[in-house]
Each structure stands twice: as C-alpha cells, then as structure tokens.
C-alpha cells in the first residue's frame, strides 16, 4: 500500500509537469476557453431549470458563475443577498469531497460541529454557526437543517442515551445553502444560530439528464472504501409529467481495532466501518398552466458499526500495529434509519405564487452502548481495573422514534423590472413526537460481588423491573416528548431606489411542549411502585423580528447591514435521575444547584454588517461580513459526571464577535484560487454563581467553538498535449480548525483531568489529479495526504476514571473516483 501511495505521489507531480508543459485549457470538444467569464446567472433563473440541463464541461471560468438560491424564500442571486452565505453546487461538493453533513464543517466558515463521542457515534448532535451551540443534551437546536422545505433537527432526549441527530447523505443534490446568523422569521425557532438547506434536483418536464458517481479507496491503516450512485430524470410525457430518481450506496472501511482489555487478544481489525443507502423518488405533474405537483420521499439508513473512538488507556498492547484500538469486547452498533414523505403544490398566478408543502418524518434509531468499563456508575468512582471479572459486557440499549408532520403555506410576489415592492407571507404548522426508551438489562450481581461483596440488590435496597416482554432489566426508562408550532410569518422589501433596498419581517408562533416520562429499576435510582409521571407542559408565544437594508455602491458591489433576533423553545427534562447514589460526588461538587423539571427559552441579538462585490468581469467575487451577537439566558448544560448525566439550566449571558471571508478568484483561464475563513470570539459577559457554585466566569470562552477555522483551494487545469480533446487538472484543498479554547479551572463543573486537553488545532490536505473528456470525469485523489490525527474528544466516563478515551479522524486515504453526468 505504501508503494502505492508513492505512485499516486509521482503521477501527480508527473501530471502537474506535463500540464504546465501543455497548452491553454480548452472546452469538451476541443475548442478554446472564452478570455472572458460568462455572465452571472440571472436572479430570476429557474433553479430548477439549472439543475436539469445539460452540464457544460468543467471549465474555471464557469466555476465563478454565481449561484441562484433560496435563502429569502424566492429565487435571487447570491450576491444580491443580505445574508452571509455559503451556497456548493453539486460540482463543488465534489470537488471538496463533501459526502455527509458533518464534511461541510471545514470548507465552511463560522460552521462547527461537535466531536463523535461514545454517545454521539456520527458527531451530528450540536452544530454551531458562529459560536451559537446548543448547549447539551435535551437542549432545543440552534442550527435548524432542512431537506428542501422539511426541517430535520429535533430535541435530542439525553436522559435516555440518544445524541444525534440525523445525518443526510444526500448523493443527488442541486446545492447546500448555509446561512449564518439568525433566521427565525422564515425558518423558525431552531435557526437562531443559522441554517443548513440541503436543496434536491426537482423533476424536469422537457429534459432527460442523469448523473453516475463510483469511487474506491484505501488506506494503509485501515480497510478500503467504496460508493456507487446514480441519479437520472425524464419527462414522462412531455410538458406534463416528469420524475428524478436517484440512488446511493456507501461503504466507509474503518480504521480502529479492536482488544480485549483483560488479555490483549486482537479481536478485531477496523471495527469502525459504517455502511449507508439513500434513495430519493420524485413525480412531477402539471395539469395545468402554472400548476405544479411534486410529490417525493426521501430514505436513508446507516449502520455504524462501532464509533470512531480509542482508548487512551488500560490498553495491555498499546497501538497494536501502529494503529488505534479500543477495547469494548462487544460491538457497539448504531442504526438510524430516515423516511420523509412529501406533497409540493406550486400555482404561479401572473402576481404571485402560491406553494404548499406537506411532510412528515419517520426515524427510528438505534445505539447500543457497551458500559462494561463503567463501573463507576453504580460503584461511586471505583476506577475500572483490567482483570477483575467478569470479562463479559453489559449494555445500555437506546432506542429513539420520531414522527413528525408539517405544513407550510406560503405566498409570495413575483419579482419584475421596476416593481419595488416584493413580499413572503406564510403560514406553519408542525406536530412533533418523539419516544426515547433506554433498557438495562440483565444482571449486575457478578460485577457488584466482584468489586464490592454485595449484590446489586443489596447495594440499592430493590431489584429489578421486568418490562412488557418479560425480560428483567437493571434500568428501564421511556420519555414522550411532543411539540407543536403554529406560526404565520411576512417579510417585505422595498426598493427606494435602484440601489437601495429595505426589509422587514417578523414571526409570530405559538409553541406547545409536553412530556412524560417512566423510570424504573436500580441503576435508576427508582424504588417500586414505578408509575409514569407527567410533567408540566410549557406554552409559549414569541414573536422573532429582522430588519435589513442593501445598498449597491457599484452595479456589482453590495453592502448590507442586518438586525435579527433569534429565539429557541423552553422545555422539559426528568430530573429524578439524580437520586441515583452514583449522581453524589459531582453534585456535592455543584452545592445549592439543584434540576428543574422545565427550563425556559433563550434568546439572542444578532447585529451584522457585510458586503459582496463581483470584480474584473467575474474572475473575483469577495464576500465579507462581520458580526455581533447578544445572547441572554442560555439553555446550558449542567453535567452530572459521576452518573453519566446532566440537566439544563438557564444562566448567563454571553457574547460572541467575529467575521468571515469568502473569496473566489479566476487568476487565469487555467488556474482557480478559493480562500474562505472565519474567526469567531465567543464569550461570557459576566460571572453567574447559583447556590454556592460558580457556574460561567466573566470572560471565559465558550466551549465547543474554535476560533479559526480556514480553507483554501486551488485547481489548475490545461489541455493535456498528448490528448488534446481532454482537459487535465490538479487540485489541492486546505483546511485548518484552531484549538478549542481551554476551560476555566474555576469552574464548579471543571474536571482536572479533562479540562487542559480540549480538542488540538489541526489541518488536513486533500489531493487530487483527474481528467475531464466530455462528460467523463475520472480522478485519482489523497485525502488527508499529511496522516494528520490530532488529539480530539478526549475524555473519561467521570471523576476518577482511570480509562480515558479520543476520536480520530479518518487516515490517509488514496482512491479513484469516476463521474459521468449524461
């Protein structure tokens, strides 16, 4: 393998000479590449048009057409825009090797997502733009994804083990619209922070058009990799009917082994691999002029076989091979499975257009976690000790269903030359349930007699609860969570001028939670009788204001100031939990705190100024915006440690400052530069002490947000001399993430042994040659070419844990990819 990678290594430099030995790049039939870029799409271009039509080839010069999005709710160009965006078609999310939600972290600015840990297997259960975290487990999301107009992000219930949210694959895309900053008027509550739009091809009536995708890769330290996709549209009958289909498999080889931690066996090799399909089927019918019906459905479903996480520690064969280990004895699998139906009904009258959309969620998942070496959990900080029985393992098995269903009614006012006035009015329903159950089961007698002579029952004074199914269980727990939203929304704009341009908008919601909750069983801390308990339900009305304006200095210059408040609902938790004898040493750490069975909202300020130009006939466009956001009573998570729980409380105000770039430039008809970067400075605004434990400190730096983050990308390409029909190209892609800023030792909830080691700073280097013949796209690539594998989650079950554990990212990969869009 070694001896591989050697060879890809020459080809490219041999590429890369012969290229610069070559002669101007030229198009797919051999003609010679226009000096001037061509023009930027039109605001009013139909996207979906875009999408369906004939790829041009991969010229430099297209790759700076601005992109038409979505992002007030009606077709613009990006750079007529107030709002800080990133907007990838299709093309570029190849190039940069997006393949899931979590990829689009490095090549976006201000965009975080937390580390894969033992309880967050896929690392999709916070996301943060621009410091704007969710605050923990239980917590409403800052950061709302959609798949087209169907939001995804739901309340993660944590007091039963679920983490994540879902993580889309989504191998047939249009684009992916991120909008930093809040968005709650046209995208609601969970969008304080920003949005993430996953926006899908629609089905053409007039055009046939298709796309294939097959890659293979492999690494030195881990097992091979490989996805096939294909997606292909049509009219069904002409100008009437037409449907999109597309689907997807991927196969990602894992690259930590497995031990046993009494004996050092190897019992597993690249444990870590996970397996994933999506399809999406699309119909499209109009009946009549200016009437539309898609109805579509999105599936997905991923089996992750173990998490990325090693051990540190407690390991008899460190690294065996060079390589990463844990040492559960037992696979921890996870299984997260997607269905979201949906009914679009489009109708354009001559003033405006009316559109409806109907969806509904389905997911189930599963995750089950090995927690043989917890045996603080029930033991009080006993640390775990290699050796003493049993060898066997006990698991918490997690289990997490949501259906959800939503409305949205919208009307908004065609956009024609010399109409100032345009407006988006809306009305919005949701309905969401979710049921969380976590199950203990089996018996921990041998475990409790080896390491402190008693029984479990003994230990806690009862047993067990035997559930529906007969089956006896150390801990059984279920949580019922519903939520409904109704809201209407408007938003206008004027033109005062042709350069000038002001809008408002504002949301009014009315928002439900409810919530039940049944916990039983020793390592739950619930004595008999077991009983389900209703908590109380928590109502609120709030009203989310924005307020823009844009003025056009030159026809392709536009700076913009921005005013928005965002908004995330209160909500409900079980808070018995901490009866448990195991949840003691860190609350006696955390003197006068004490749960509440509800917590409230939280809310923010956020005050933007930006600009976007298009410079030197577009061969440079330069966006820019800086920011200040103020957040008031933060939903923020209190952990528990020494019984693998928290709670969320509302405390402190912090504030976060920052900017970022994104610039874009054709240096030549043959090569490209993209640099993007974000710097974010996140913090609180003053000392907050509940009961007597200092919780948040006057200037301590928000956890979770690195302060810079950076990407850079250049692509060379010429006609090859020895082939002169084809175009060869070299691209090399940058990314750096600072480190995470370093906890306050101050803190009540501070752990010694975690606190100096928050994730390292970090970069990787993707590499990749290819050639362009046609519509034929065939490359050869190194990801992480520098084997970076920096220190990042580290942590311990809790206080006194001898065993500490880490995430990696993945290794050095070399591959092939082949593209043919048709």
């Known amino acids: 393998m070694v001896a591989r990678i050697c060879r890809l290594a020459i080809l490219f430099a041999g590429g890369f000479v012969a290229m610069l030995a070559g002669v101007p790049a030229q198009a797919a ?16 271009q139909s996207a979906s048009a875009q999408a369906t039509s004939p790829p041009p080839s991969n010229s430099l010069s297209e790759q700076l057409q601005q992109i038409v999005v979505t992002a007030q709710r009606r077709e613009q160009n990006i750079q007529n825009v107030p709002i800080s965006i990133t907007a990838l078609s299709q093309a570029a999310l190849n190039n940069l090797h997006v393949q899931d939600l979590s990829d689009l972290e490095s090549v976006t600015p201000g965009l975080v997502f937390t580390t894969p840990t033992s309880f967050n297997p896929n690392g999709t259960s916070d996301i943060a733009i621009r410091g704007i975290f969710s605050g923990g487990a239980g917590s409403a999301p800052t950061t709302q994804v959609y798949i087209d107009d169907t939001p995804i992000e739901e309340d993660i219930v944590g007091v039963a083990g679920v983490f994540s949210n879902p993580n889309p694959e989504i191998f047939d895309l249009q684009r992916v619209e991120v909008l930093r900053g809040p968005q709650g008027t046209l995208f609601g509550a969970s969008a304080m922070g920003g949005a993430i739009r996953f926006i899908t091809p629609q089905p053409s009536l007039t055009e046939t058009s298709g796309y294939a995708q097959g890659e293979m890769a492999y690494s030195p330290y881990g097992a091979p990799s490989y996805n096939l996709g294909l997606a292909y549209g049509a009219p069904l009958v002409n100008d009437v009917v037409g449907f999109r289909i597309s689907a997807y498999y991927n196969d990602t080889g894992g690259y930590i082994n497995q031990e046993n931690p009494f004996t050092g066996e190897r019992l597993g090799n690249n444990v870590n691999y996970q397996t994933s399909y999506s399809l ?10 200016g009437l539309t019906i898609t109805l579509s459905e999105f599936l997905q479903n991923l089996d992750l076989e173990n998490p990325p996480i090693y051990w ?16 559960l004895t037992q696979p921890q699998p996870t299984t997260d499975y997607l269905s979201i139906p949906s009914l679009t009904i489009t109708y354009d009258l001559p003033a405006l257009t009316i559109e409806s959309n109907t969806s509904s969620i389905y997911r189930r998942f599963f995750f089950n976690e090995n927690m043989t070496n917890a045996d603080q959990f029930f033991t009080d900080g006993l640390d775990f000790t290699p050796g003493v029985p049993p060898s066997d393992s006990w698991f918490w098995q997690n289990f997490a269903w949501t259906t959800a269903v939503q409305e949205e009614l919208r009307f908004t006012s065609k956009d024609e030359p010399g109409k100032p006035f345009h407006w988006t009015f809306g009305l919005y329903y949701n309905d969401t349930h979710q049921l969380s159950s976590q199950v203990l089961p089996g018996n921990l007698d041998d475990i409790t007699e080896a390491c402190c002579h008693e029984t479990e029952t003994q230990i806690y004074g009862f047993g067990q609860y035997v559930d529906s199914y007969g089956q006896s269980d150390n801990g059984y727990t279920d949580y019922n969570n519903s939520q409904r939203e109704e809201a209407a929304y408007l938003n206008i704009s004027y033109d005062f001028t042709p350069r000038l341009n002001v809008a408002v908008g504002a949301r009014y919601s009315h928002d439900t939670v409810t919530s039940n909750q049944f916990i039983s069983g020793a390592l739950n801390a619930h004595a008999p009788p077991w009983v389900r308990v209703y908590l109380p339900a928590v109502t609120q009305n709030p009203v989310t204001p924005r307020f823009s304006a844009s003025y056009h200095v030159a026809a392709d210059t536009m700076v913009y100031t921005t005013i928005a408040e965002g908004f995330r609902l209160g909500g409900t938790q079980p808070t018995s939990f901490i009866n448990s004898p195991a949840c003691q040493p860190s609350l006696r750490e955390l003197p006068g705190v004490f749960p509440s069975s509800t917590y409230g909202s939280d809310s923010l300020w956020s005050y933007e100024l930006g600009a976007k130009s298009t410079l030197l006939d577009n061969r440079l466009t330069v966006d820019a915006s800086a920011y200040h956001i103020d957040w008031s009573n933060i939903q923020t998570d209190i952990p528990v440690a020494s019984c693998l729980f928290g709670f969320i409380a509302n405390f402190g105000k912090a504030y976060s400052n920052g900017g970022d770039i994104q610039l874009r430039a054709a240096l030549s008809d043959s090569l490209t530069l993209g640099v993007s970067g974000g710097y974010t400075d996140a913090y609180y605004g003053k000392s907050e002490i509940i009961g007597q434990a200092l919780l948040a ?11 810079w983050s950076v990407a850079a990308n250049a692509e060379y390409q010429r006609a090859l001399p020895f082939w002169s029909e084809a175009n060869g190209y070299v691209r ?9 800023p370093q906890l306050d030792p101050a803190i009540a909830t501070y752990d010694p042994a975690v606190g100096p080691y928050q994730d390292a700073a970090y970069s990787t280097l993707n590499l990749r040659m290819g050639v362009l013949y046609g519509r034929l796209d065939a490359s050869v690539f190194v990801n992480n070419a520098t084997n970076a594998n920096p220190l ?15 995430t990696q990212i993945p290794p050095l990969t070399a591959g092939i990819t082949a593209r043919y869009r048709f």
């Open 29 to 44: 039939d051999g003609s010679s590449q226009s000096d001037s870029a061509p023009p930027a799409a039109s605001p009013t």
């Open 280 to 289: 999406r089927p699309a119909l499209t019918i109009a009946p009549l002029a």
């Open 312 to 327: 540190l520690t407690e390991l008899p064969v460190p690294k065996p091979g060079g390589q990463e280990a844990e040492g």
């Open 697 to 707: 400190q006057s200037g301590e730096r928000l956890p979770n947000v690195p302060p």
């Open 732 to 740: 090399i892609d940058f990314r750096h993430i600072s480190a995470m």
């Open 792 to 806: 990042l989650g580290y942590s311990h079950w809790g206080p006194g844990d001898a065993l500490f554990m880490a």
